[in-house]
């Protein structure tokens, strides 16, 4: 299973908008709703973002949201903000009943 | 308070055998499934493996599949990894992760356990 593809790195202003890509493929993203997105700073675990598409956990910032088109899914981040910096992987369900990450984004806020 | 507390990496010799496990807490342990995830050193996020609720159903990424082994004990609330002829590349930070109930997403990630295969 290869893994799903993200760009490598964003960035973006305080107070701008980012949007990260996560591209897979009709037996992953495009096939189940089951995308979610996780922000990782360095040496910590990662944190659920987004689940199954479009939805937010309790206690995530409604500055994040995220969308799916065809068998691309994405993640904007709204208003962004210092502590925003951090890496962003995208995960997926498979066909294959097993599941697969991005290879990660690094977002820096400038 | 909701917890995951991973335990039993270290050094092994290439070839060599380490079993992972994964206290759970401050939930009902047999309720989920669970997952195996790593990340190398610098890398990224990587599924290893997953098992329901009631240890009946198992997957594996085709990484690991026939070197590794996943189970859980419900009764001591403990999520488990037997890694057997373990290589280099697996080299990694390996965390437990509990599914978002009706989900396909990971709410709770323990701390991380680190594996180091060399010689």
């Known amino acids: 299973q290869s893994a799903l593809t993200q760009p490598a790195s964003v960035s973006g202003s305080p107070g701008q908008s980012i949007t990260i890509s996560c591209t897979g493929s009709s037996s992953d993203v495009g096939g189940y709703n089951y995308v979610s997105w996780y922000q990782q700073h360095p040496g910590k675990a990662p944190k659920l973002m987004i689940y199954d598409v479009i939805n937010r956990p309790s206690g995530v910032s409604n500055r994040f949201s995220g969308s799916k088109s065809g068998n691309t899914a994405s993640l904007t981040i709204s208003g962004l903000q210092a502590e925003d910096e951090a890496d962003y992987y995208c995960s997926s369900y498979t066909r294959s009943s097993t599941w697969v990450f991005g290879g990660g984004t690094k977002l820096t806020v400038l | 308070e909701v917890q995951l507390v991973e335990s039993g990496g270290g050094l092994v010799q290439p070839g060599g055998s380490l079993r992972l496990s994964c206290a759970a807490s401050g939930f009902t342990f047999s309720d989920y499934w669970m997952h195996w995830v790593r990340q190398a050193p610098g890398k990224g996020l990587v599924w290893v493996s997953r098992i329901r609720s009631d240890g009946s159903i198992t997957s594996y990424a085709d990484s690991v599949k026939g070197r590794f082994t996943i189970s859980r004990d419900n009764a001591k609330n403990t999520l488990y990894l037997q890694m057997n002829s373990l290589r280099a590349e697996d080299t990694a930070v390996y965390y437990c992760?509990?599914?978002?109930?009706?989900?396909?997403?990971?709410?709770?990630w323990g701390q991380g356990t680190m594996v180091t295969v060399s010689s």
């Open positions: 992760a509990r599914v978002y109930s009706g989900s396909g997403a990971f709410d709770i």
